[in-house]
């Protein structure tokens, strides 16, 4: 595995491995990599003759100073767990090779961006995210790029983004790797106290628990996700939002069908943890 740190020795190296006709994987990440990231990169060794991973805490998508400031890096242990993944190229660059100075383009993407996180970390973070995703595509013009469903929205939002600007790079996007109480995998997971990391099961159980309502028939929005928020009141968490949407449109269901989404926002401890659950709906 190479590490590099700048876009010439990005370019140069994909050239390369294009030229000896490899399909080129790409598996963005922040780093502080766990299991859910090792299943991206494990599907692109998989499918791609030359995986390229980016390592980047990108400041734009931050909406507090604080979460930046605190957010958990170690990036010889993820270069370590890249290596150990058979990836070929580590791109770890620091921000002023991407951001410039005048650096002055955003990328918006309306619709999905706006409710959920939309909502709660305000209209730049998925300003932020876009715009770091179009870049990284553009850099390393992958032809498949692989997304974890934990963060489902934003999943959403770079489907939106690849069809609107007709990105040509096929978006793929797996399921989320959980701890085995439930917790889902995030590197904040990291920064929990004990006692926290112990409550936080309660998000999972409570979308477990709402997944079941409906499975068990519920089809009353409020009544599947009851069973859910006595969990978490046990737990003593007020969640930002506890929610069943459509799972490509992201809005509230009057009544639960077709392909709807669990999805949760809480901090734990100070923690802001997300997670979801997709369920179709017969
Ligand atoms: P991050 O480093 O948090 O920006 O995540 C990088 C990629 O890994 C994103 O596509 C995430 O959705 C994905 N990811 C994060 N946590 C998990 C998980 N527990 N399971 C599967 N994918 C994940």
């Known amino acids: 595995m190479r590490l590099v740190r700048t876009i010439p020795e990005v370019r140069s190296a994909i050239a390369d491995a294009r030229r000896a006709g490899k399909i080129i994987g790409f598996v963005p990440t922040m780093g502080f990599l766990h299991e859910g990231h090792l299943s991206l990169m494990h599907r692109a060794r998989e499918e791609c003759g030359y995986v390229v991973v980016s390592l980047f805490v990108n400041p734009l998508q931050f909406n507090e100073p604080g979460d930046l400031a605190r957010y958990p890096r170690d990036e010889a242990r993820d270069a370590a767990m890249t290596e150990g993944a058979?990836?070929?190229?580590?791109?770890?660059?620091e921000a002023p090779a991407l951001y410039p100075e005048g650096f002055s383009t955003s990328v918006t993407v309306s619709g999905v961006s706006e409710p959920l996180e939309g909502v709660t970390r305000?209209?730049?973070?998925?300003?932020?995210?876009?715009?770091?995703?179009?870049?990284?595509?553009?850099?390393?013009?992958?032809?498949?790029?692989?997304?974890?469903?934990?963060?489902?929205?934003?999943a959403l939002v770079i489907r939106r983004l690849v069809r609107d600007l007709d990105l040509?790079?096929?978006?793929?996007?797996?399921?989320?790797?959980?701890?085995?109480?439930?917790?889902?995998?995030?590197?904040?997971?990291?920064?929990?106290?004990?006692?926290?990391?112990?409550?936080?099961?309660?998000?999972?159980?409570?979308?477990?628990?709402?997944?079941r309502a409906i499975q068990d028939g519920e089809r009353n929005p409020e009544r599947a996700l009851a069973p859910g928020r006595a969990i978490l009141d046990g737990a003593g968490i007020e969640p930002e939002y506890?929610?069943?949407?459509?799972?490509?449109?992201?809005?509230?269901?009057?009544?639960?069908?077709?392909?709807?989404l669990l999805t949760i926002a809480a901090s734990v401890g100070g923690i802001r943890l997300i997670d979801n659950v997709p369920v179709s709906v017969p």
């Open 242 to 260: 506890f929610v069943a949407v459509g799972a490509e449109t992201l809005q509230t269901l009057a009544r639960l069908g077709g392909e709807v």
């Open 122 to 154: 305000g209209i730049g973070h998925f300003q932020g995210v876009a715009t770091v995703v179009t870049k990284l595509f553009g850099i390393v013009a992958p032809d498949r790029a692989y997304f974890g469903q934990k963060d489902a929205q934003q």
């Open 86 to 93: 058979g990836v070929d190229l580590l791109f770890a660059p």
């Open 168 to 211: 040509p790079v096929d978006v793929r996007v797996l399921p989320t790797v959980r701890e085995p109480d439930g917790l889902a995998m995030s590197s904040r997971n990291s920064l929990l106290a004990a006692g926290d990391r112990a409550r936080a099961v309660a998000l999972s159980r409570a979308l477990f628990a709402a997944e």
